[in-house]
């Protein structure tokens, strides 16, 4: 049962401390999505990759916030430092994308970050 | 640029009872429409989705939703609700061209169901 898995589930830090939470798409998926869900902002779209390649990363604090595809086996994302506001649910989603068709995607379980 | 709107932030109706939520895109061209459920500490699970084609489609669960482009809207429909189909559900439009592959999500629509 293919499935996209993210580490950890559930992390918890103090602020300033650096965060990395990461993501095994489906083998086989060539696009890799990462979204921040919270309360008051719904799913925001932070970045995208296809064929390990950032394609757009306009969502992302730049300054914090830096994602990067080692390999096509693994995306990751990290917060250095971290502060109180990046407490959120972090999803990665794949998707297997060769335009012009584009397919659904696939989302992880999440990460559930809380910063104090 | 792409946007979704769903006007609906909560909706309760009772178990046996039709439902139907809202969604409606900006798109600059035909898009791909996405809906998404998802349960409580959960991922996001796809429903059913439209490409081109039939405008009406049908999803998992007994969901179904139509296409209407003069409207802009994609609102996804079920004849009767079960308890378990309490979640949030989400509406999404992806670009259908060239290299974009980017999936922009509405806020959501919570789910209550009433015995």
């Known amino acids: 049962d293919a499935r996209v898995t993210q580490t950890p589930r559930h992390k918890v830090t103090e602020m300033g401390q650096e965060v990395t939470m990461r993501c095994q798409p489906i083998?086989?998926?060539?696009?890799v999505f990462w979204y921040r869900q919270t309360m008051m902002q719904g799913l925001e779209l932070l970045a995208y990759f296809r064929n390990r390649a950032p394609l757009d990363d306009s969502g992302m604090p730049k300054d914090r916030f830096s994602a990067e595809m080692p390999d096509a086996t693994l995306a990751t994302l990290k917060i250095q430092p971290s502060e109180p506001r990046d407490s959120a649910v972090y999803f990665c989603?794949?998707?297997?994308?060769?335009?012009?068709?584009?397919?659904?995607?696939?989302f992880g379980q999440g990460t559930r970050l809380t910063v104090v | 640029a792409q946007s979704v709107t769903q006007p609906d932030i909560h909706i309760t109706v009772s178990e046996g009872a039709s439902l139907e939520l809202r969604c409606n895109y900006s798109y600059g061209a035909t898009p791909y429409l996405f809906w998404y459920v998802q349960s409580p500490g959960q991922g996001l699970q796809l429903l059913l989705k439209?490409?081109?084609?039939?405008?009406l489609v049908q999803g998992i669960k007994g969901f179904e939703a139509e296409f209407k482009r003069s409207q802009s809207s994609f609102n996804l429909r079920k004849p009767s609700v079960h308890w378990s189909d309490a979640a949030e559900y989400f509406c999404a439009v992806g670009a259908n061209r060239g290299s974009q592959g980017n999936l922009i999500f509405g806020k959501g629509t919570k789910l209550s169901v009433k015995p």
């Open positions: 083998l086989g998926h060539n696009t």
């Open positions: 439209y490409f081109s084609g039939d405008t």
């Open positions: 989603a794949s998707a297997r994308q060769a335009p012009p068709l584009n397919t659904e995607a696939f």
